[in-house]
Structures are given as structure tokens and as C-alpha cells.
């Protein structure tokens, strides 16, 4: 059936948490929200963007810094309230410089970080 | 410095998503909410535990399925607002008995579905 973003399930807010993926290494780099203006944008301009709540506007991911994601695949989970963007990551995903937001991991009950920004 | 579960960043219903990725693969599984309690669980017993917001109590991943989902490692993000979690999935993690949520995907502006249930 076509794509409508109409049948998609968003919170009170208007909202769906999106995660993207590295889709060339499966590296998990983020997860932010959009809106069905948002998708739409997404999907005419096959660069992933964003609803940024603290700005409350669109945001397309990389139009300050350059460190845009070339939408390869977007999934869609089961209970329709989800979204997956399998991305070409162009520079570091975080806004620390760091290659994926999830640098910091548990070891031993105490946090540690795996990754340095890049320079 | 020793992990915190409240210096984590929740929303008003004291909720945030963590997205559950295959460790061996890198596929990304589900995505489900978590509260500190559930974080807790999670961490004491080495099995991923969600909380449930249809049923609001906590949901130990696979306890009547058996489709646990073993945790190799939580990542946190940069905001943290949002965990990671890479596990081993025992079983389809997907409640339609997919391996995945997200097996719904577009081509050519249509839905297409990527994965078939397991038997």
C-alpha cells in the first residue's frame, strides 16, 4: 500500500522517536524525533531530518554543520509508532564531535566513554 | 563515576526509550520505554526489562515468550535521554514472531514487508 505518515502513531506531541543506523556498519548513531512534516521532508529530500523540540522547527540533520545522513531505508515498526532511518552518516553524528551519541557504556557499575571526538 | 539511574533524563511520565540492538549483528531489534525501575531490573538481573506503558508495570522481555533478550551491554547517549541496549535475542524479539520490529519498509513510496514470521 502507498506510504501515508498519516498512518503512522504519534504522541501527544506529534511525535515519533526515529533511530538511525549506520547502514554500511549497523552502528547505532542516534535517536531523535519527528513529525509528519518532518518524514515528508525526509523522504522528498532523501536527507534525514528532524523535529528539534527545543527549537520547536524542523531540523535537517547537518544544515549548520555539514554532518548531514543520506536516507538509504526507512523502516517502520510493527506497532506503526517507530521509525528506523538506515543512513550514509556524513561526518560525526554527535553533536560532541563523537562518531554515534552512544559513546558512554557501563563497566563495572561506572560509566566510561569508548569513543573521543573526532578532530 | 558510578552509574545513577536518576541522573538519566526522563520524560513527564518518567519514562525514556531504549532501542534494542543484536550484538552479534548490529540489527536493530525494538524499540521500548524504560523508568528507573526497570533500568534497575535490568541491570540486576542481566535481562533486558522494559516498562510497559499499555499495562503499566514492568515487562521482563520474554517472560512469558521465552524470547528473553540477554544484555551484553547499555550504552547511554550524549543527552541522556535515551539507552541503547545490545543484547542477545532469544527467539523473534517482535511480538508478530519477526526477528525484528521493523520489518516494514518503503520502495517506490510503497510499504513493503522485509521479514516473514518465524515458525
Given at each position: 500500500m502507498p506510504f501515508d505518515p498519516d498512518t503512522l502513531k504519534y504522541d501527544g506531541n506529534g511525535l515519533l522517536p526515529c533511530i538511525a543506523q549506520?547502514?554500511?556498519?549497523?552502528e547505532v548513531l542516534m535517536l531523535a524525533w519527528m513529525n509528519r512534516e518532518s518524514i515528508r521532508a525526509t523522504l522528498d529530500s532523501g536527507r534525514v531530518t528532524y523535529w528539534s523540540r527545543s527549537r520547536g522547527a524542523l531540523w535537517a540533520k547537518g544544515e549548520t554543520s555539514g554532518h548531514v545522513q543520506e536516507l538509504v531505508d526507512l523502516r517502520i515498526d510493527c506497532d506503526r509508532d517507530c521509525l528506523l532511518a538506515l543512513v550514509r552518516q556524513h561526518g560525526p553524528a554527535c553533536h560532541t564531535n563523537r562518531r554515534s551519541c552512544f559513546y558512554t557504556a557501563l563497566r563495572g557499575g561506572a560509566e566510561v566513554e569508548l569513543m573521543t571526538p573526532e578532530s
Open positions: 549506520e547502514e554500511a556498519t549497523g
